[in-house]
């Protein structure tokens, strides 16, 4: 059970059903609610969870400064002010409704429409073509698979060549509790070796779909836009949007994805009482 703040507890897979029920019930399209995120990034921010008058508090900490989230509806003006003055920020705010918030762009969530993303067409597109086209002429013998028990030591593999840096820790765990977290997924293959993969889940506004993994071997020329490109065509005709989540303020991240013509964003906001 997740208790009633002010009490609270590290955020536990055992925590799964409670919290998606709550997420699942407001039909959000934000990627970083998705409790598969909130468990996988648990050990980075610290996560806990409690009750806040039926909604559900996050809080956390990011590069030595507290912060809390609220999914929900909004608490008395009251605990606010509590929230505001004990944590130093603010954070996952999902609309500039609260009077002080700011933008967060560094953890907007990119949008794609699904058709783009899968056909890939007009002229802005000509180079993302031109790589996929570059990679299939290059790798003849190629296969797709589904993401599951059979493949997921596959994954693994093309997980440790990728190697140990960035989100590797959280991207591991994903692989090793995909079904436990009802993820899904693609991975590639060039002469029967792995070569990419990616894993998501579809988010509960009933629209998008949100990548939260997507890794592959450099060596191979076009293969980060092959797969960003089959994973969109296996993805159901219902989607409207794949959510490609956000850039972090990592430049390079976010030059590579405006270079996919993002249709739009889930802005993020976020509020500091402190000076």
């Known amino acids: 059970?997740?208790?009633?703040?002010?009490?609270?507890?590290?955020?536990?897979?055992?925590?799964?059903?409670?919290?998606?029920?709550?997420i699942q019930k407001s039909k959000t399209s934000i990627s970083a609610f998705a409790f598969s995120i909130i468990y996988l990034f648990r050990k980075k921010y610290s996560f806990k969870v409690s009750i806040l008058e039926g909604s559900?508090?996050?809080?956390?900490?990011?590069?030595?400064?507290?912060?809390?989230?609220?999914?929900?509806?909004?608490?008395?003006?009251?605990?606010?002010t509590e929230l505001l003055e004990k944590y130093d920020y603010w954070k996952g705010i999902p609309e500039a409704t609260i009077p002080g918030a700011i933008e967060d762009r560094n953890n907007f969530e990119y949008l794609y429409l699904r058709t783009d993303l899968s056909e890939l067409p007009g002229k802005s597109f000509q180079k993302k073509r031109n790589l996929v086209n570059a990679f299939i002429k290059a790798n003849p013998q190629r296969e797709t698979k589904i993401l599951d028990k059979n493949t997921l030591p596959d994954a693994m593999r093309v997980l440790n060549e990728w190697g140990n840096h960035g989100d590797y820790d959280s991207a591991k765990e994903g692989l090793e509790l995909h079904e436990a977290l009802e993820l899904s997924g693609?991975?590639?293959?060039?002469?029967?070796?792995?070569?990419?993969?990616?894993?998501?889940e579809a988010l509960p506004d009933g629209k998008s779909f949100a990548v939260h993994f997507e890794k592959a071997?450099?060596?191979?020329?076009?293969?980060?836009?092959?797969?960003?490109?089959?994973?969109?065509?296996?993805?159901?005709?219902n989607i409207i949007y794949i959510n490609r989540e956000q850039d972090l303020g990592d430049e390079g991240l976010r030059q590579a994805k405006l270079t996919y013509r993002p249709v739009d964003f889930v802005k993020l906001f976020s509020m500091s009482a402190k000076v």
Do not use: R
């Open 1 to 22: 059970m997740i208790p009633f703040y002010p009490n609270q507890i590290p955020v536990s897979l055992d925590l799964q059903g409670s919290v998606k029920a709550i």
């Open 217 to 237: 071997l450099d060596q191979y020329k076009g293969v980060y836009q092959y797969i960003n490109q089959e994973f969109a065509k296996s993805v159901p005709e």
């Open 186 to 200: 693609l991975i590639f293959y060039v002469g029967g070796i792995p070569v990419g993969y990616c894993q998501g």
């Open 56 to 80: 559900l508090l996050i809080t956390g900490e990011d590069k030595g400064k507290t912060f809390f989230s609220i999914f929900g509806s909004l608490p008395q003006e009251k605990i606010l």
